[in-house]
């Protein structure tokens, strides 16, 4: 085996390595480590993804599927190194165009919504990044977060980042009590956990290459795994899991009322699935309310 087919070999190796550490850290580390993890993953794998399609392409379509299937190592004979550098070019331009939708959209949005700005929650912390917390008409009630990149300097970093919080005026005119702050410090708790920098860009980019079903199927799995860990972030800010739980039962037994949108609302309360997992994790924000482990666990 020459050199250069060796190197052939690197990217297989980096993309197994980091599945590896992805699986690991999924139980046992930070979320900001898991979604780098997975962001990396994501594209190594888009790099193979793409060199297999443009090695397909050149080799006859189904033939070259059937020759494939047959014989995988072909893909590493140095000869072919040309549709390597190809399906990484691929991949990168399919991750540019993945970035810059989202934030089209995250731009959009604003401009779109109309949205007026809703005083930070005194009982919460302040956030430590730029943040702000707005608020637009919907008849849905949700809310959702995410992060834009702006051209700005700010405190001497460039590009600048700004995390913005959306809440219906629908979803504030339900909540009682505690609850808006839940809803508040459930969406702090995607921010601080890189959510909305990190897996709002894997949902895209996932989207965009909907054939894939181990993307999509990382996704759906990190989302998951993302609502519960921010619930759990909101009631160990706020002590209060059951307003959580309360504010979550509202936004799911309004879904079915409005027409649902293109993009994930208050956590991700539309849709059979999406019931069912908001019904999940209302069952857990019970249990941990009724678990002593936050004080003041009422709604008052």
Request: hydrophobic share 50%; net charge positive.
């Amino acid at each position: 085996m020459s050199a250069a087919s060796g190197l052939l070999y690197l990217p297989v190796v980096v993309w197994i390595a980091t599945g590896v550490g992805l699986l690991i850290a999924y139980r046992k580390s930070t979320p900001r480590l898991v979604l780098r993890l997975a962001a990396g993953f994501l594209a190594l794998w888009a790099v193979l993804a793409t060199t297999v399609l443009a090695w397909v392409l050149l080799n006859g379509g189904v033939d070259g599927v059937v020759t494939l299937l047959h014989s995988p190592l072909l893909l590493f004979q140095s000869r072919w190194m040309l549709v390597w550098l190809t399906g990484a070019v691929g991949a990168l331009a399919v991750l540019t165009v993945a970035f810059c939708l989202n934030q089209v959209v995250g731009h959009g949005l604003l401009r779109v919504l109309a949205t007026d700005p809703v005083p930070w929650p005194a009982a919460l912390p302040t956030p430590e990044r730029p943040t702000s917390l707005l608020e637009f008409e919907s008849p849905a009630a949700e809310a959702f977060s995410f992060t834009l990149v702006g051209l700005g300097l700010n405190e001497g970093r460039l590009p600048f980042r700004r995390d913005v919080i959306l809440v219906s005026r629908r979803l504030r005119a339900l909540l009682v009590g505690k609850e808006f702050e839940a809803v508040v410090a459930h969406e702090l708790g995607h921010i601080r956990g890189l959510d909305s920098r990190y897996l709002t860009f894997l949902r895209t980019f996932a989207h965009m290459m909907r054939w894939d079903p181990l993307l999509a199927y990382l996704a759906r799995s990190l989302t998951t795994r993302e609502e519960y860990r921010a619930d759990l972030d909101a009631a160990r800010i706020t002590h209060q899991p059951l307003a959580l739980a309360r504010a979550l039962y509202k936004a799911v037994t309004t879904a079915d009322l409005v027409p649902a949108r293109p993009f994930p609302a208050l956590l991700g309360a539309t849709g059979r699935h999406g019931r069912s997992e908001a019904y999940e994790r209302i069952r857990r924000l019970v249990a941990l309310a009724e678990s002593g482990a936050f004080e003041g666990g009422s709604i008052v």
